[in-house]
């Protein structure tokens, strides 16, 4: 091995080492301030992350919401149209024949009566309502309605007296075809 003689006075003997503890250190210290900084900023940013993508996540979520909503309704809105068509064809196809009941119900008012509304129900059957001036014209009307061929049955849902003294009255009717129509739905 070979001896090294150094000729340097003792004070600048170990500065080549003493700098060179002295850079490991700031290196040494640099390394760990970047590494501090690391973990107080990773953590930081994958939350800043995540919270980003938990934003975008809610926001997908509610909009695939409103797309159920939307083709629920549509679905819903389909149907109602489908069943809407139906009643007007139903109606359309039966025009002749309301108009012909409507004739026949207002053959068999008798004097002393009359007629406020008649109502056409889905179900096939109508609502005749209408005031008259005592008990015996609407019992009259209600046995001429159950003599018609084209109602089948006719029952009274409510005969009342009013203030006027006259009797206001509520008839269901249930007609021949439009019972046997629907009854085959």
Do not use: H
């Amino acid at each position: 091995m070979k001896n090294e003689i150094n000729l340097l006075p003792e004070k600048y003997k170990n500065l080549r080492q003493k700098n060179r503890w002295k850079r490991l250190k700031i290196a040494g210290i640099i390394i760990l301030a970047i590494f501090a900084a690391a973990l107080i900023y990773v953590p930081l940013f994958l939350i800043n992350k995540m919270s980003a993508e938990s934003i975008m996540l809610k926001n997908q979520l509610v909009s695939m919401k409103d797309v159920s909503d939307y083709r629920m309704t549509k679905q819903e809105l389909a149907q109602d149209l489908t069943r809407w068509q139906n009643i007007i064809k139903n109606l359309q196809s039966k025009g002749n024949e309301w108009s012909k009941i409507i004739s026949e119900i207002g053959q068999n008012v008798p004097e002393g009566m009359e007629l406020t509304s008649i109502n056409f129900t889905n179900d096939g059957s109508l609502k005749v309502s209408g005031q008259a001036q005592n008990y015996n014209l609407v019992a009259q009307f209600l046995v001429n309605l159950q003599n018609m061929t084209i109602i089948t049955e006719a029952e009274p849902i409510s005969i009342i007296q009013q203030e006027s003294g006259l009797y206001g009255f509520e008839i269901n009717c249930i007609i021949a075809n439009g019972s046997d129509k629907n009854e085959a739905k």
